[in-house]
């Protein structure tokens, strides 16, 4: 975890379990997009912090609407960037081929942790071929610097894929629908039109779904619209900020 001042805001970075620098904690306890939304409550205990505005990407903007639908005196607002709202997995463009393979492997991880485990580390093809389903699939190569692509696979990879798988097979059940009320916090959602992994329908379809949502599209976006224009996603975080005087 990490935590800076920029212009009079506090801002924080919290590595999920099994991530970064967070230890996996209690093995026994599932990972699950809830947990993950419990255990940002309790970052926020510990930092004394009474209400915040939530940014995530990708998943993280799905625990970021967990948080504020189990939490929602806790969340001021949000900035979703890339996520999704409900199972991502039937709308990825990755082809048929790629969402079975996936599908299998969330499986196989279920049942044989270990093995997935075993496979991650010794098959020398898997890696650099995933490496290159991320990166052509991830981003915008002709907007994002490499040295940022690169940064952020090498995050991605560093990441134990029991973790990974466990997450996924939670992100499956995860459906905006079937929370009980709505989502009233203000809303940023960050579109990227050529994200590959949540598309752009997808946003259009969260908009829809909670009340105070602003949809910024990023025409040329990929599914990290905060590497491919930096500068952009930034100012535009300051003006939704700035609107709401959070």
């Known amino acids: ?79 979703l960037q890339g996520s999704p709202g409900r199972d991502p997995y039937r709308h990825m463009q990755i082809g048929d081929t790629g969402k079975a393979a996936l599908k299998i492997m969330i499986t196989l991880n279920k049942l044989v942790p270990d093995w997935v485990r075993f496979v991650n580390k010794t098959a020398a093809m898997a890696p650099s071929i995933a490496r290159e389903v991320v990166r052509l699939k991830g981003f915008n190569p002709h907007l994002a610097k490499t040295e940022d692509i690169e940064e952020y696979l090498r995050h991605f990879f560093a990441t134990d894929p029991n973790i990974f798988f466990e997450l996924a097979e939670d992100l499956c059940d995860f459906d905006l629908s079937n929370l009980e009320g709505p989502i009233e ?35 040329h976006g990929s599914h990290c619209p905060h590497l491919d224009d930096p500068i952009y996603v930034n100012q535009r975080i300051d003006r939704f900020l700035d609107t709401y005087k959070f």
Not at 4 to 30: C, E, F, I, Q, W
Request: with cysteine; net charge neutral.
């Open 1 to 79: 975890m990490a935590h800076a001042r920029k212009a009079g805001r506090l801002t924080v970075h919290m590595d999920y379990r099994g991530h970064g620098a967070s230890s996996l904690g209690n093995p026994l306890r599932p990972l699950t997009i809830k947990g993950l939304s419990e255990d940002l409550k309790e970052v926020m205990d510990q930092l004394s912090i009474e209400q915040a505005v939530i940014l995530g990407q990708s998943m993280g903007g799905t625990v970021a609407m967990q948080f504020a639908h189990d939490y929602p005196e806790r969340c001021l607002g949000m900035v």
């Open 185 to 219: 916090a203000p809303t940023l959602i960050l579109a990227g039109g050529k994200d590959q992994l949540v598309p752009l329908e997808e946003c259009k379809w969260l908009a829809k779904r909670l009340p105070m949502a602003e949809l910024e599209i990023m025409a």
